[in-house]
């Protein structure tokens, strides 16, 4: 067998793009709720379009999402009929402190969530719990600047003193933050940043970074004091660069893109900036604030595994003449020998296994796959007893051909893999546009990109299939 007996299977969700009830549970406004569906999302999630509030004439898909906050216990049935023994959720920042800064927890927040991991207990799933995916109250924004203020590392800890006290025996994983180097690239999005004319958007992205790498630091300390059974990971944005062609100037480059993202891994896994880090704050004419206690702290508690999302590799030259993915957060060259999803994601199931030696060489760390995916489009067809489905062939083959480089790197390279969690486990609307059209899971959501539609969950093709891969512990693999 490739995988331990104990293998972590499951699916993956995040509370802002399924969860919705915004105005319920006492819970607050958040950036991811203020963030548009339409031409003026990525302007908002880039952080250079100022929107703190509803506005008129919008539609908000996260105020909604897929109504899992009503829906729970009949989604997390579905996940046991699957088979799951992970499922991978977050918190809401806002339905736990709905300002952020408040002094004392919602209680309606904290009991909503202890009755999701019980309910997750009651079939035998272990919850992995993201602490932050990319949510942070909007109180904390117009108040402090967001993570560009060192009291949010105050405030985060706070918040995951509370957690991992509430919460200690029902949840035993944790990830800090969610692909914490999509500050980079979508800073509004990943962190809450807005940028004011004249301020320097890379010193203030980076500042940011810092102060998150500091809570993450914390964060593993409260945990590991409060229960020793807790394991907290990090959770990065991977998948490798590939230079264009072999002209060196395109190795740099590669290689400069890949440092990029690794460097939060590298102090998160390490304790500590590297020196190639320190050297570009240095050219940036940025000095972290870094007191002598928080250095400690990141020194000492690191995390205790690698968790990362993977959908492709990038591609990246520096020449000018060569045509251009039409990926989201990351756009880069388009590689000639992969084929693409219908957003433009390039499909390369070889690159995980890549990907996966790349991880567990630099950090000697259990790794474990908490996104993996394919968007699609899918069409909703009756199944012949009364209700329906999607004949989705085209998803089961593409987590076949990465369950089977995930298999390579366990089971021929010595990789030390804790589990895999699909994105998207039941259909949600989609972070980077918004979109429900944009579909990855295993359960059909009977929802349209305008928010329309009745809620209805209906198993897809993929949802026998995924059943089979767990059953036989990622043994059979065939339709």
């Known amino acids: 067998m490739s995988f331990p007996k104990n293998f972590l299977w499951g699916g993956a969700t995040a509370a802002n793009q399924c969860e919705g009830a915004y105005k319920e549970g006492g819970r607050g406004l958040a950036n991811v709720d203020v963030t548009p569906h339409g031409e003026q999302r990525f302007p908002v999630m880039l952080g250079k379009r100022k929107m703190l509030q509803l506005e008129e004439g919008y539609y908000y898909p996260a105020l909604q999402g897929i109504d899992f906050y009503h829906h729970y216990k009949e989604d997390i049935a579905l996940f046991a009929e699957m088979g799951f023994r992970t499922f991978r959720l977050s918190i809401a920042w806002s339905r736990i402190f709905p300002n952020g800064d408040d002094a004392q927890p919602n209680e309606e927040g904290l009991q909503f969530y202890e009755n999701v991991f019980k309910e997750c207990r009651k079939y035998g799933i272990e919850p992995l719990v993201t602490i932050t995916h990319f949510d942070c109250p909007v109180h904390l924004i117009k108040e402090y600047g967001g993570w560009k203020n060192y009291k949010l590392v105050e405030f985060y800890k706070r918040l995951v003193t509370v957690l ?232 089961i083959a593409y987590l076949r051909e990465h369950i089977k480089a995930m298999k390579a790197a366990v089971e021929e390279d010595g990789v030390e893999l804790w589990g895999y969690t699909p994105w998207g486990c039941i259909d949600l609307v989609s972070a980077s546009t918004g979109e429900m059209s944009k579909r990855y899971g295993f359960i059909y959501t009977d929802l349209d990109d305008a928010g329309k539609g009745t809620f209805a969950r209906y198993k897809k093709k993929s949802f026998a299939w995924y059943q089979k891969v767990i059953a036989s512990n990622g043994e059979d693999l065939e339709d």
């Open 164 to 395: 991992f006290t509430r919460f200690k025996g029902l949840v035993h994983y944790w990830l800090t933050f969610n692909e914490i180097n999509i500050i980079l690239h979508l800073p509004f999005m990943g962190a809450g940043l807005v940028f004011e004319e004249g301020e320097d958007e890379q010193k203030a992205k980076y500042l940011s970074a810092h102060h998150e790498l500091e809570a993450s630091a914390w964060a593993v300390k409260i945990a590991h004091e409060t229960d020793a059974e807790n394991r907290v990971g990090c959770m990065m944005a991977a998948g490798d660069y590939y230079p264009y062609c072999c002209m060196p100037q395109d190795i740099w480059e590669a290689k400069m893109q890949d440092r990029a993202n690794m460097m939060f891994i590298d102090v998160q896994a390490r304790g500590y900036y590297p020196n190639y880090a320190k050297k570009m704050f240095e050219r940036m004419g940025l000095r972290l604030p870094l007191s002598k206690e928080d250095e400690r702290v990141m020194r000492e508690h690191t995390v205790d595994f690698i968790g990362f999302s993977y959908y492709s590799t990038r591609c990246i030259t520096t020449r000018d003449d060569v045509a251009q993915t039409e990926g989201n957060a990351f756009k880069g060259t388009k590689n000639p020998y992969l084929k693409a999803s219908e957003w433009g994601w390039q499909i390369d199931p070889l690159g995980l296994r890549t990907t996966m030696n790349t991880l567990y060489d630099r950090y000697q760390k259990p790794l474990f796959i908490v996104e993996n995916g394919l968007g699609a489009k899918d069409e909703l067809i009756p199944d012949g007893n009364g209700s329906f489905t999607v004949d989705d062939d085209y998803r």
